[in-house]
């Protein structure tokens, strides 16, 4: 022996700042189950990247088996990469696992003829295995998890899980790549629930080592990065479990854990508790975001898709959690559901935006390899694009054309609320206007559209907002300017509003100019300032560019009256 087997493990993640969890966790695999000989190194890159510049990369290491971590969002330019990196290197063992190859291991093989292995299910351990019998030369035919060509005879392996924790991803070689970019962290696997467009179900789930998770949570938070997110399907499916964790946390704020990090949660909201309720509402501001999947309020849909709800529960819980103003939350709703049509999206809809989370998130159903809704076509009938994300264009319920509705429909709430940049400026509009939220975003989303404002500036995109709700009736523009302006100073550093707010007003430099004079009459603050007059109230609003809120992500906003200042 004393020979040496090189291993490449690769990631096209979605964005830089995302650090796909695979690669490192196969990298512990191959440290803890691997012979000696066998050496593995990690290669991530994004699906925006010249994927050249990607293979020179993986050549660099010399590999002789390379594995590649496949997901919806990768698995177009992975295929590529897998041709490009095989023209280079004709020799290399090509091995593709993860969620978008776990369920169709023998169509895979049988499509692409360049890959020799798929691995399904948890990677760790077979992808080891699968190293040490190349690395002996033994036979690799019968590796659980591992599906591949038997001469012409096709192999298909089942998915592999195991009730072993996995070895540890977090080395110092992870630590090294993160950069600050945002951190995951597993400290379960699987879901209690069984959605049926989901593939983390199948009412398993299992938990690893409580102690590792407070280890590998302190870690991550001191590893310079912002945000940990949690990885874990639904972090409180084991109520005891989430609360130390989530006490955890709190008490190590500003101590083990430092200030600026903030942790992001997936939970299930009807099944909070009160005790669990009140135990967030002691968490700094910032410090914890929860994720909530509503996915519908529609009782049909949701018993079509297996998801059991407490929907009054589930509202009432949202309410008390946003009313205490120390948690960024983010629902999700997903269009395209079984029995859900147009009317009873926009009953959803408009509940969901009731509840004031800080992000409502409007996703489209996507119809995975393996899901439940993907196997079982005559329960779950509808038309889907056959490519990757595999995303729904057509239901029994809902038509391709209020699909694209509804696409308009969420560019008009992206930009317009989970941008947080209008916030004051649609409390206003929904007030006068008298719609609900459904049809303003939705009649603002066909605006946009036939706008083409793809790549429109913000300052441009406010004059498009000021140009089309100032014609609406029940709106006074004047207001509306103002209102504009606020959420533009709450949330522009430049302290210099769009052409299309600025007035020309004397007052505005003798204000400015009192500031300058007569700073501690007015304000002790010596910052750098946002300054506007208002003139649906006789006010000068100013706002300093220090510290914003971690909720909102908002600079606060100060008034003081036109009079107080003797403007002329
Ligand atoms: S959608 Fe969420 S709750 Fe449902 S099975 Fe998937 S992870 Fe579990």
Redesign the pocket.
């Known amino acids: 022996m004393g020979q040496i087997l090189n291993a490449a493990i690769c990631v096209l993640n979605s964005k830089y700042i995302h650090s796909s969890l695979a690669p490192w966790s196969l990298l512990a695999g191959i440290e803890t189950y691997c012979d000696q000989g066998i050496i593995a190194e990690v290669t991530e890159g994004t699906i925006n990247e010249d994927l050249d510049s990607i293979v020179q990369r993986i050549l660099a290491k010399r590999p002789q088996v390379i594995g590649f971590s496949c997901y919806i969002w990768n698995i177009d330019a992975t295929k590529q990469l897998v041709r490009l990196v095989k023209g280079a290197i004709p020799n290399a063992v090509i091995v593709l696992g993860g969620p978008e190859v776990s369920y169709n291991a023998a169509d895979i093989l049988r499509e692409e003829p360049l890959v020799q292995y798929v691995v399904s299910g948890e990677g760790e351990n077979p992808f080891a295995l699968l190293l040490n019998a190349i690395y002996h030369g033994e036979d690799t035919h019968n590796i659980p998890g591992v599906s591949c060509w038997m001469g012409k005879k096709l192999m298909s392996a089942r998915q592999y899980i195991t009730d072993n924790d996995p070895p540890s991803p977090y080395t110092e070689k992870y630590f090294n790549a993160l950069k600050g970019r945002i951190a995951y962290l597993e400290t379960s696997r699987g879901?209690p629930?069984?959605?049926a467009f989901?593939l983390?179900?199948f009412g398993n789930v299992r938990y690893f080592d409580l102690e590792r998770a407070k280890k590998e949570l302190l870690m991550l938070a001191n590893s310079g990065t912002q945000t940990v997110k949690l990885v874990d399907?639904?972090f409180n499916a084991n109520r005891d479990r989430a609360v130390e964790l989530f006490r955890f946390i709190i008490k190590n704020y500003g101590s083990g854990i430092p200030e600026d990090v903030c942790f992001h949660f997936e939970i299930?909201g009807d099944i909070l508790d009160e005790d669990t309720i009140s135990l967030l509402a002691t968490a700094p501001a910032g410090l914890i975001q929860l994720e909530i999947?509503l996915q519908s309020f529609n009782t049909e849909t949701l018993a079509a898709i297996n998801?059991k709800t407490n929907v009054e529960r589930l509202k009432n819980n949202i309410r008390k959690i946003v009313a205490n103003g120390n948690i960024h939350i983010h629902v999700d709703l997903i269009a395209g559901l079984p029995h859900e049509n147009l009317r009873s999206f926009a009953e959803s809809f408009n509940t969901a935006y009731d509840l004031r989370p800080n992000m409502l998130q409007l996703g489209f159903l996507k119809l995975l390899y393996g899901s439940l809704m993907r196997v079982a076509p005559e329960k779950y009938p509808c038309q889907y694009a056959c490519r990757a994300p595999y995303e729904v264009t057509e239901t029994p319920w809902l038509s391709s054309e209020e699909l694209q509705y509804l696409k308009h429909m969420e560019d008009a709430l992206q930009r317009l609320s989970n941008s947080g940049r209008f916030r004051r400026t649609l409390d206003y509009l929904l007030e006068q206007i008298r719609i609900k939220p459904f049809e303003l975003f939705g009649h603002f989303g066909e605006y946009l559209t036939a706008k083409d404002t793809n790549r429109i500036s913000l300052n441009d995109f406010i004059a498009l907002v000021f140009e089309y709700f100032g014609d609406q009736s029940g709106i006074n523009k004047m207001t509306l300017r103002d209102m504009l302006v606020c959420d533009y100073l709450a949330t522009n550093s430049s302290g210099r509003l769009p052409p299309v707010l600025q007035v020309n007003d004397p007052a505005l430099k003798c204000a400015k100019k009192k500031f300058k004079r007569d700073r501690s009459a007015i304000t002790q603050n010596k910052g750098r300032r946002g300054m506007a007059l208002l003139y649906s109230e006789p006010c000068v609003v100013y706002a300093y560019y220090q510290d914003k809120n971690p909720i909102t992500s908002e600079y606060s906003l100060s008034k003081v009256n036109k009079d107080t200042l003797d403007l002329i």
């Open positions: 879901c629930y069984s959605c989901c983390s179900g399907r639904t299930a999947g998801r």
